[in-house]
C-alpha cells in the first residue's frame, strides 16, 4: 500500500515539474525544488524520468544552473490547461472548413482529446457545436474571447435566451464603449440557434425577439449580459441548413444565391482566371480567352468585380450588366477630371 501512495505521489509531482517547465523559458533547479517542495536530487531524477517519456529537457550547469524544456524529435505525452484544451477543440471543429485536406485528422485529434477529457470540460466542449460556412483556404476565424463562445454555446445547448450589449462601429472600426457617455442601448435579446466561422469572422444565427427575424451577429462584438433570459423551443432555420442560409444573407439573398449573375469574356487564359474566378465559372475559349460567369448582391458590384482582372472583355449578358459597366465609366470618368 505505501509503495502504490509513494507512485501516485510521483507521478503527481512528474505532472506539476512538467507544468512548471511549460510556463517559463527556463527555471533554476533551486526554484523547482522549492517549488515542488523536494530536493535538487528528486529534481534532477524527476527530470530524467520526464527524459524517459519522450520531453527533450536541457540542463545548464553552474550557479545559474537549471533546466529548459525544449522541442524533441517527438511528440511526447502532452499537459494542456481547461482553457487551452478547449481552445484546441474549438480549433479542430474549425479546420475542416479552412482546408478540407486536414479535415478527417482533425476529428479524429478532437476525438482523442474528448476521450482524455475530465468530465467537466466534455460538458463544456460538447457544447461548442461550430458550423465553418465557405471555402477550403478562407483565413481561419478571427480571435475572440474563449469565454464568449463557451457562454453562447451553453446558450445554444440549454436554449436559453441571450442577453447582450452589441456595441456598434466608430469610424476607426472601434467599439463605442459601453455607457461611455454615449446613450445606452437595451440588450439584443436572441434564442442563439448556430455559431458560425466563416471568411475569417465568428457570427451567431439566431432569431432576433426585438426584430422578429433571424439576425448574424458578430461574436467579437457581443457582450453577454447576466443571466440569461428565459428557454425557448428552437426554431428552424429557414430552409433547414444552416450553411445555405448564412450563405444566402452574405449574398444579400433569402435563398443561396446571387441576386445578380453575370457572364463576360476576359480575354485572359482561363488557367489565368481560375485561381480568382472565386464561386464563379470559368470556361475556356480558346489559349487567349475564357468566359466567366459569377454574381454579386448588385450589377454595379458585379462589373466591378469584373474590372479587377484588368483586361479586354466583352459582355455576354443580360443587359443589365452592360448598364452597369456603362454607369461606372461614367463615374469613373467624372472622377478622374475632378
Not at 428557454?231 to 428552424?236: I, K, L, Y
Not at 449578358?317 to 459597366?325: I, K, Q, R, S, V
Amino acid at each position: 500500500m505505501a509503495h502504490k501512495v509513494s507512485t501516485v505521489t510521483t507521478t503527481s509531482r512528474l505532472l506539476n515539474l512538467l507544468s512548471l517547465l511549460q510556463t517559463r523559458r527556463h527555471w533554476p533547479g533551486s526554484l523547482l525544488a522549492e517549488r515542488l517542495d523536494v530536493s535538487d536530487r528528486t529534481v534532477r531524477r524527476d527530470v530524467d524520468r520526464l527524459r524517459e517519456l519522450g520531453y527533450a529537457i536541457h540542463a545548464t550547469m553552474g550557479v545559474d544552473g537549471g533546466y529548459r524544456l525544449d522541442a524533441g524529435s517527438e511528440l511526447p505525452p502532452l499537459l494542456f490547461d481547461d482553457d487551452q484544451a478547449l481552445a484546441l477543440a474549438v480549433a479542430l471543429q474549425t479546420a475542416p472548413g479552412i482546408d478540407a485536406r486536414i479535415g478527417e485528422a482533425a476529428i479524429r485529434a478532437l476525438a482523442t482529446i474528448r476521450q482524455v477529457m475530465p468530465s467537466r470540460l466534455r460538458h463544456r466542449l460538447d457544447a461548442l457545436h461550430v458550423t465553418t460556412v465557405g471555402r477550403p483556404g478562407d483565413a481561419p476565424p478571427n480571435p475572440v474571447s474563449l469565454d464568449v463562445l463557451v457562454t453562447v454555446s451553453d446558450a445554444i445547448r440549454d436554449h436559453e435566451t441571450l442577453r447582450f450589449d452589441y456595441p456598434a462601429r466608430d469610424a476607426a472600426g472601434d467599439d463605442e464603449a459601453v455607457g461611455g457617455g454615449r446613450e445606452l442601448r437595451p440588450p439584443r435579446r436572441v434564442e442563439p440557434h448556430h455559431l458560425v466561422a466563416s471568411h475569417g469572422r465568428w457570427y451567431l444565427v439566431g432569431w432576433d425577439l426585438d426584430r422578429d427575424d433571424w439576425r448574424l451577429h458578430r461574436v467579437d462584438r457581443v457582450r453577454p449580459r447576466t443571466p440569461n433570459g428565459p428557454r425557448f423551443t428552437p426554431r428552424a432555420v429557414p430552409g433547414g441548413n444552416v450553411d445555405a442560409f448564412v450563405s444566402a444573407r452574405f449574398k444579400g439573398s433569402d435563398v443561396d444565391e446571387w441576386a445578380c449573375r453575370g457572364t463576360v469574356v476576359l480575354h485572359l487564359p482561363a488557367h489565368d482566371v481560375l485561381p480568382f474566378a472565386g464561386d464563379g465559372t470559368v470556361i475556356a475559349v480558346d489559349d487567349q480567352r475564357c468566359t466567366l460567369e459569377a454574381g454579386s448582391w448588385s450589377w454595379g458590384s458585379l462589373a466591378a468585380s469584373f474590372g479587377r482582372f484588368d483586361v479586354a472583355m466583352d459582355v455576354l449578358g443580360p443587359p443589365e450588366l452592360a448598364d452597369a459597366f456603362a454607369a461606372l465609366a461614367e463615374r469613373y470618368a467624372a472622377t478622374s477630371q475632378r
